[in-house]
């Protein structure tokens, strides 16, 4: 059983351009869920993809976008970056549209924005 | 505002002194209650749900329990490897696709 796998693992961006930032989740899962994590912070819920539609989303503008494919695996897209995007971004699967009990986290992908 | 609260923001202990962490919730309608650990430069890992009051749950040196306000994560007779930022997260009653919302973690450092 492969778990949830992120890349890359860092990255660095300068303010204003774009940025996309890619997930695959555990087998047997078709749910994904994208956080993001400030430092010193817990996690905030960016948005769900449950068999590609976006079904929940966090309190975050639209320059925040996603995509999942027909095989679960997801992209986040961040566009016109700010300083305040940096951050650790983190995907988590589970299954039965985020009902379950559990999220399975990746080790995350930390992007910073000079 | 749904709003998770979490304290101590960091706690030393030698090893075996037990303690508690606490996390008290403000929530329109609780669905669960969920424990994780999260280790440096890694994503959070689960430990525990819990949906009702009074519920109870354990696994090794970590007891979870719940009442209608607060949840408290007890660790006994902690060792080093315990060390890590434990995360208290709460689901709303909303059917699943609110996610989570998070406390900022409890720093737990256990010296030898």
């Known amino acids: 059983e492969t778990g949830v796998t992120q890349s890359p693992t860092h990255l660095i961006k300068t303010r204003g351009q774009q940025v996309t930032l890619r997930c695959s989740s555990q087998?047997?899962?078709?749910?994904v869920s994208w956080y993001q994590q400030a430092l010193g912070q817990g996690p905030q819920f960016i948005f769900q993809?449950?068999?590609?539609?976006?079904?929940g989303r966090g309190n975050f503008p639209p320059r925040f976008s996603g995509l999942q494919f027909p095989n679960y695996s997801s992209e986040l897209n961040v566009n016109a970056l700010e300083l305040d995007d940096s951050a650790l971004y983190l995907c988590a699967s589970s299954s039965n549209r985020g009902l379950d009990e559990k999220l399975f986290f990746g080790s995350g992908t930390q992007l910073s924005v000079l | 505002e749904d709003q998770v609260t979490q304290s101590p923001e960091a706690l030393r202990l030698q090893e075996g002194e037990s303690s508690s962490l606490n996390c008290s919730y403000t929530?329109?309608?609780?669905?669960?209650l969920f424990w994780y650990r999260q280790d440096p430069g890694k994503g959070p890992e689960f430990l525990f749900t819990l949906y009702s009051a009074g519920e109870e749950k354990e696994k090794e040196r970590l007891k979870a329990t719940l009442t209608k306000k607060e949840s408290f994560l007890h660790i006994t007779a902690p060792k080093p490897e315990d060390s890590a930022t434990y995360l208290c997260?709460?689901?709303?009653?909303?059917?699943?696709?609110?996610?989570?919302?998070f406390g900022k973690g409890t720093h737990l450092i256990i010296q030898p």
């Open positions: 997260a709460v689901q709303l009653s909303g059917g699943g696709a609110d996610g989570l919302t």
């Open positions: 087998s047997g899962h078709n749910t």
């Open positions: 929530v329109s309608g609780l669905r669960g």
């Open positions: 993809y449950y068999r590609e539609e976006e079904n």
